[in-house]
């Protein structure tokens, strides 16, 4: 499944069209008008009320390691089968700014559950309290922690691979690439780029799709924390930086969201630079759709199709 040249275009899947409208019936401030620990809340909030209960796994365990900025939380899913296990370490999404271990509980027990493999979620450091680079020191930090140690855990580390939506999905790619080794990448509708420069696909879903252009930039201007020069750092920038270092790589865009155009442009890259790549597009879909499964089936079908595909590589 190599990247398309154009993207199919369908109307948004009408389960996930009710809930914007019932979004926006209700009046809520925009979330870039809100505290960051508000904003928190409310993501956390919205994960449980909106997706489907996550299949049942083995073993659960929260961990702490040293990071380098102090203590780094970690959670690990093992499967119900014997090990050892292939690994998968997932760095959630969120702007950068929101988001955490119980956000994205639901996408690595299912991720478990039908990858067959030791999940390990990331609790990254957070802006605007820990602006660039923080996240992805926290990322590399983990990674090479979790290569190190994987088989304490019952993980098998000559089985690695690195996953992660959205913001989740930048860090998972900078991650691979600064430790090296690994054996796939998987990325969920990825952020590439600064809203600065938006590609159509912002002027077509920034409005009323869940993931609003104003709310990106939002996003963005509190991650890099007034840090012009980051805006172009190969860890932030990814449509040009250097991708030929990167392994098999599953990259999937959504056909209503902001992020389309920079997902479809980035599989691009990692594929002229010679790294095998397989592209899911959901045409229907809108932004953070793996959290609303309880609304449509299309988001838990993203997750179960990436778990298919590293299933295959590992």
């Not at 690990?76 to 998968?88: K, Q």
């Not at 609790?123 to 290569?147: G, I, N, S, T, V």
């Not at 442009?265 to 397989?278: N, P, Q, T």
């Amino acid at each position: 499944m190599a990247v398309c040249s154009t993207l199919e275009v369908a109307p948004l899947d009408p389960a996930l069209a009710g809930l914007l409208a019932q979004m926006a019936a209700q009046g809520n401030p925009p979330l870039e008008a809100l505290p960051p620990a508000v904003g928190r809340r409310i993501y956390r909030d919205m994960d449980a009320a909106l997706g489907l209960p996550a299949p049942v796994v083995g073993k659960v365990e929260d961990l702490v390691i040293e990071g380098p900025g102090g203590p780094l939380a970690l959670r690990a899913y093992a499967p119900a089968t014997p090990g050892p296990w292939p690994v998968l370490m997932f760095l959630h999404g969120g702007g950068f700014v929101i988001g955490d271990l119980d956000t994205h509980d639901k996408v690595c027990r299912t991720l478990c559950h039908h990858a067959h493999m030791l999940v390990v979620a990331v609790d990254y450091r957070l802006a605007p309290e820990h602006p660039f680079p923080a996240a992805p020191d926290d990322a590399e930090a983990a990674l090479r922690w979790l290569c190190a140690h994987a088989a304490t855990l019952g993980g098998d580390a000559s089985r690695m691979a690195v996953a992660g939506d959205s913001a989740g999905a930048q860090l998972a790619l900078v991650a691979v690439r600064r430790v090296g080794g690994i054996q796939a990448l998987g990325m969920i509708y990825p952020a590439a780029q600064h809203p600065d420069t938006p590609s159509p696909s912002y002027a077509e879903n920034g409005e009323g799709k869940f993931l609003t252009y104003s709310a990106m930039r939002w996003f963005m201007a509190t991650y890099l924390g007034g840090q012009a020069a980051a805006a172009q750092h190969p860890d932030f920038d990814l449509l040009h930086s250097d991708m030929a270092a990167l392994p098999p790589t599953w990259v999937a865009t959504m056909g209503h969201d902001p992020l389309r155009d920079e997902g479809h442009a980035l599989a691009l890259r990692i594929e002229h630079a010679g790294v095998a790549v397989a592209h899911a597009h959901y045409p229907g879909a809108i932004h953070a759709c793996i959290h609303f499964s309880g609304v449509s089936t299309v988001g838990a079908q993203v997750v179960v199709d990436l778990a298919a595909w590293l299933r295959l590589q590992i």
